[in-house]
C-alpha cells in the first residue's frame, strides 16, 4: 500500500512515500537488508561525534525476546505490532561518555537516527512506525537497561500489509487522508509568529 505525502513543495520521492503503517504483513526481512537499516542509523549526525543511540530489537524468529518486547507496549500498539517482523525500541545515553556531563541533545540525536533508519527502509520497500505508547520501566527490567541510559520510542519494522486485515479503529486510521501543518505555521523569521518571508 503506497501512500504518498501530498506536499506543498516538491522534496524527494523517499521522503514523500515514508509512512506509519499498522498492517504488516508476515515476509522476513533478510538479515543483510535489516542490518542496513541500522548502518544508516549509525551515519547520522550528532553532536561531538557522541552517537549517543542505542536499539534494542527482536525479530519474530526470536519468538522469546519478541514476545518480551510485545509485553512492555500498550495493548493498543501491542495488538497490531505482533504482525510485524521486527519489534525494537531507542535508547538515548542521557550524559556524554566523554565528559559524564548531561547531553542535551541526546534525544535530538537519536531521533535523527531514527530519521534516517526510516529512509532507508522506505528506500528497500520496508515501513517503520514508531511510538511512545510502552513501558519505560518494565522494558527496563525485561532487558537489563543499564542506568544511565532512557528508552524514547518503541518501533516496529516490517513489510506492508493489507489494512483490511486491521481492526477498528486500526483500519480507519489506515486509510485517513494524510495531514500535515502548513509551513507557515512553523517556519518563522524576525519574531514569533512571523511567517518566513520565503513561504508568502
Not at 159 to 188: I, Q
Amino acid at each position: 500500500m503506497h501512500r504518498p505525502a501530498p506536499t506543498e513543495f516538491e522534496v524527494h520521492e523517499l521522503i514523500r512515500r515514508r509512512w506509519s503503517p499498522r498492517a504488516f504483513s508476515d515476509k522476513a526481512i533478510p538479515a543483510d537488508a535489516l542490518a542496513s537499516l541500522f548502518e544508516a542509523a549509525r551515519w547520522a549526525p550528532s553532536s561531538s561525534n557522541e552517537q549517543p543511540w542505542a536499539f534494542l530489537v527482536a525479530t519474530r524468529d526470536d519468538k522469546l525476546n519478541f514476545e518480551k518486547s510485545l509485553e512492555t507496549l500498550v495493548e493498543f500498539n501491542a495488538n497490531w505490532v505482533k504482525h510485524a517482523y521486527v519489534a525494537g525500541f531507542a535508547l538515548s545515553e542521557l550524559n556524554f561518555a566523554k565528559s559524564g556531563n548531561p547531553n542535551r541533545n541526546a534525544f535530538y540525536d537519536t531521533g535523527a537516527a531514527m530519521a534516517l533508519l526510516s529512509v532507508e527502509a522506505t528506500a528497500r520497500g520496508i515501513y517503520v512506525h514508531q511510538m511512545a505508547g510502552f513501558d519505560p520501566e518494565k522494558l527496563r527490567r525485561n532487558f537489563g537497561v543499564p542506568a544511565g541510559w532512557e528508552a524514547i520510542a518503541a518501533f516496529a519494522i516490517g513489510y506492508p500489509g493489507d489494512p483490511n486485515s486491521l481492526p477498528e479503529p486500526h483500519r480507519s486510521r489506515e486509510t485517513a487522508p494524510r495531514t500535515r501543518k502548513p509551513l507557515r505555521e512553523f517556519v518563522m523569521t524576525g519574531h514569533w509568529g512571523h511567517t518566513a518571508p520565503f513561504l508568502k
